[in-house]
Each structure stands twice: as C-alpha cells, then as structure tokens.
C-alpha cells in the first residue's frame, strides 16, 4: 500500500470517530464471508457503521485525536473490525443478541463509549446496561410525572369524596 494511500485512510478513520459518539473494537477472527454479510446486515439495520481495519492504521488515527485512545491500542491485534455508533449501547445489543442466539459471533476487544474506555470481553453486560439519551430522558420526564399525577390522583379523591359528603347531607334533609 501506497503511503499516500495510507495518509487517506487514516484522515477518513479519523473522521470517522469524530463523528460518532462511540466505537466498538471487535475480533472477526473466524468469521467466514457468509457470517460477516449476516453481520454487515445487522449492522446496518441498527445504525451501525462497520469497517474492517488494519490495527497499525487504526492506531496511527487515534493518535493524532486529542482524546488519549492509549488505554485500547493492547486491544489492537488480529483481526478487527471498528463498530460506529451514534447510540452507544447498540452494538453491545448487537454483540449480545447474537451470542444468546448460539450464533458465531465476533468477540468484543474493547469499547469506547459515554467518554470511557471498557477492555476486555467481559465488559459486553456493562455495555448493554449503557442508557441512550432517549431512555434517559423518558426516565427523567417519569419521575418529573410522578409527583404530579399524585397530586392531581389526591384532589380527585378528595372532590369524590365531598361530593359524596354534600349528596349525603342533601339527601339526609329532605
């Protein structure tokens, strides 16, 4: 390859994760052409964006960023491809729908996500566990909604309840 070449790839790599506000480092060791299309698929059913990079490239990207991505380059060997995603949990749904589906499926090396760093496979439930931005502020607009609806629960009962009074005392006089 060209060092021209390589210029390129590394600047639209570097692009690339500015652009997205997470990205996933995953083994596709074993993976054979079939699997990988199955996967490209889901991949792009979930607004995931998945390139396949040399990790000496990926790696010569994420030094010139100014976040120190130095925490995955032990990540950086075999054969691995780089999940994009604006929704940071969803390649982790991705990742863990399929190895609970007994499928063969690629091994996660390590993530960036919500401006952290999580290395190892055994850090898949943690990623899965990530809220989004919507979730999160459905859980707010709840608990924003909760005191609220009791207070209006509480003056309804208690209008119920004097008009029940008032009808009483009304029908007790005649």
Partial sequence: MKKEDKSLIIENLKQTIQSYAAFYLVDVTGLDSAATSELRRKCFKSDIKMIV??????EKALDQL????????????????????NVANAPAKLLKDAADKKLTVPGLKAAYAEESFYVGANQLDALVSIKSKKELLADVIALLQSPAKNVISALQSGANTLHGVLKTLGEREN
């Fill in 53 to 58: 990079v040399k990790n000496t490239l990926l």
């Fill in 66 to 85: 100014d976040t120190d991505y130095s925490a995955l380059y032990g990540s950086l060997k075999g054969n691995t491809a780089v999940f994009f995603a």
